[in-house]
């Protein structure tokens, strides 16, 4: 479960990538919708060899280095395709989206936002822009962005787990829960939202509850495999916060490297 990932994160505004953090800046559902990108890949990589200034090609080829988790090789194939096709949308989404992955978060915001236009907005791309500047640690431009998207697409499930996490990053957990809760009604399914709320849950101190949200509706393999993984972000975390109060303490603190 990547999302679980975001608990490393809490205390910084770094993260491995936006697709171990949130939904709607991320593909991957989408291709795995196609097949399986680690069977297709081989396909897509000689159809891009064939031509690589096919639009279609880097565009498929992009997503599926995406989606096997080979982040750099997709930032520089989409990046010569935007190059080819600089009016093209679906390519600089794509490319924004790598951008994001591969921790570019400025240029990953600045190449999304060539992707759409005013009179024409995306919500998706109003969401992942908002994400790349949580990132950034920039919490209210991001929730502007959310704002926007919301505008569009009311209720949206992927927006509000954005900024649920949003709430989360900036350390107002409150609010974090209660906009998780929102979208977890309105997506239940959706293991991406159950995973975030399960989190936040955990960490303002109710195991009990997020262990059951965790399981909630998984075969016992996976509901186990999710437990174990919401425990060890939370042991990390209160381990992060326990270092960060020692270092508080004059003794601590005077002997501290950094």
């Known amino acids: 479960m990547s999302v679980l990932m975001f ?33 297709d890949i081989e396909t ?6 064939a031509n690589p200034k096919d639009a279609d090609a880097a565009l498929r080829y ?7 988790g080979q982040r750099s090789q997709a930032v520089a194939v989409l990046e010569q ?5 600089p009016g093209n949308r679906l390519l600089l989404a794509a490319y924004g989206r790598a951008l994001a992955d591969n921790g570019n978060f400025q240029q990953a915001f600045d190449v999304l936002g060539r992707a759409h236009s005013p009179d024409d ?25 959310y704002a926007s998207a919301l505008k569009i697409a009311p209720d949206q ?12 990053l900036s350390k107002e957990l409150a609010k974090a829960e209660e906009t998780l809760r929102r979208a977890y009604s309105l ?16 960490l303002r101190g109710n195991f009990a509850e997020a262990e059951k949200i965790a399981k909630a509706d998984l075969p016992p393999a996976e ?36």
Do not use: F
């Not at 490393?8 to 990108?37: M, N, Q």
């Not at 395709?81 to 096709?85: G, L, P, R």
């Open 81 to 85: 395709a935007t190059i080819a096709h």
């Open 7 to 39: 608990a490393a994160g809490l205390g910084s505004c770094t993260s491995s990538g936006l697709s171990d953090i949130t939904g709607s800046i991320d593909e991957k559902a989408e291709v795995s919708r196609a097949g399986d990108p680690r069977r």
């Open 157 to 168: 499930p992927a927006v509000l787990s954005n900024l649920g996490l949003s709430y989360a």
């Open 121 to 145: 907005p995306d919500w998706r791309l109003l969401s992942a822009q908002g994400a790349t500047l949580d990132q950034l640690g920039r919490y209210e431009e991001a929730r502007q962005y």
């Open 62 to 68: 992009g997503k599926a280095l995406r989606a096997t």
């Open 223 to 258: 509901a186990a495999a999710n437990v174990t993984q919401l425990k060890r972000m939370l042991a990390r975390r209160d381990n992060e916060n326990a270092r960060a109060e020692a270092g508080k303490m004059p003794i601590a603190a005077a002997g501290r490297a950094d």
């Open 44 to 49: 897509y990589q000689e159809q891009y060899r």
């Open 187 to 202: 997506a239940g399914s959706d293991a991406r939202v159950r995973a975030n709320l399960a989190l936040v849950v955990g």
